[in-house]
């Protein structure tokens, strides 16, 4: 039977959760599920989820927890381009309220639950999403529903029920209140397959719908970049020396010490053998743009800071002949 974890929350939730990701990843492999998922109310720790459940050959499922009109719901991405949507929604939210213009516009290759105490803001994400469910928790939230839509959902935030007891302390430092003055479920645990099987086993039907369509793979990505488009009769390395010998001019004016012409030639040298000449030009490119609109840029650091070549180009301020800089 297959069942899935849907709302799982992490210790990257701050003070929400008790589960450390390698604690979870190890624990569902120990009860044989195929997926779980990450629930957080941010993206921090989804590279660890991910690496974490390919290296114990569980299937990931990303999921982001967000907030509207006072009412939580979960998305999911199908793949790396819901990835990108669930990204960009995260950055949204740590700076203003999320709002339907933006749920709209970062639609596509997303599912959505929606649990059943926010199910008054179903009608509107409906609208939204073509693939929607609508979660319940228990029995009693069952009974006053309907339809080939729904779904278990029980929000996961430790790993055993008596882990329960120590989940107070946690509420008490983010709630600021005693142990005493706090009243907590249960039931807040990663249930066994034998668990689900027994209690909900009506409409887990569509977990395999979540299951087969949630396939998200995160390459790595090599090469990001940029080419610098270098003017007509020249390739990256003879412009790069152009414009070394142009700020060498502007540097130091016509008459240049030997020991300058030295060492940007060694430097240079160096560049072009370990084929950094593109990274240069690009840096240039972004640096002078800064300093032209006026946005600050700083001074240099590491070998950055002793490059006569860096200097030159005005990537840097720092002569590094006259301090003696690497």
């Keep these: 039977m297959l069942y899935i974890p849907l709302y799982v929350k992490t210790e990257y939730s701050l003070l929400t959760s008790m589960i450390k990701i390698k604690d979870l990843v190890k624990y569902c492999k120990q009860l044989n599920y195929k997926a779980i998922t990450i629930t957080d109310n941010n993206m921090f720790g989804v590279m660890e989820f991910y690496k974490e459940c390919i290296a114990n050959e569980i299937k990931p499922i990303v999921g982001l927890e967000l907030t509207i009109e006072e009412k939580e719901f979960i998305l999911y991405c199908k793949n790396y ?26 639609s596509k290759n997303l599912i959505c639950i929606v649990p059943y105490t926010s199910r008054i803001i179903y ?7 073509n693939e929607i469910f609508i979660g319940y928790k228990n029995k009693e939230e069952l009974s006053h529903l309907k339809g080939n839509n729904l779904i278990y959902l029980n929000k996961i935030l430790y790993l055993n ?6 989940y107070r302390y946690l509420l008490g430092i983010k709630m600021g209140k005693t142990i005493e003055e706090i009243e907590i479920s249960s039931d807040n645990y990663l249930k066994s397959i034998e668990e689900i099987d027994n209690t909900y086993s009506e409409s887990l039907k569509n977990y395999e719908y979540i299951y087969n369509n949630c ?11 940029p080419i610098y488009e270098i003017p007509e009769g020249y390739d ?17 004016g016509e008459k240049v010490n030997k020991i300058y012409i030295d060492r940007l030639k060694y430097e240079l040298d160096i560049i072009n053998k370990m084929g950094f000449c593109n990274y240069f030009l690009v840096v240039r490119d ?9 946005i600050l840029v700083g001074p240099g650091r ?3 800071a002793g490059s006569l070549v860096s200097y030159v180009l005005q990537i840097t301020d720092i002569d590094p002949i006259k301090y003696n800089l690497i």
């Design 236 to 252: 990256t390395f003879s412009y790069l020396k152009y414009l070394c010998k142009e700020g060498l001019k502007k540097r130091f």
């Design 123 to 129: 009608k509107e994400l409906n609208k939204i999403y």
């Design 161 to 166: 029920k008596e882990d329960s007891n120590y």
């Design 215 to 225: 396939n998200l793979k995160i390459e790595k990505q090599l090469d990001l970049l």
């Design 81 to 106: 381009q819901g990835y990108k949507n669930l990204i960009k929604l995260s950055t949204i939210t740590s700076s203003r309220d999320i709002e339907y213009k933006y749920l709209e516009e970062y």
């Design 302 to 304: 590491g070998s950055a």
């Design 286 to 294: 972004y640096v002078m743009f800064a300093k032209e609109k006026g």
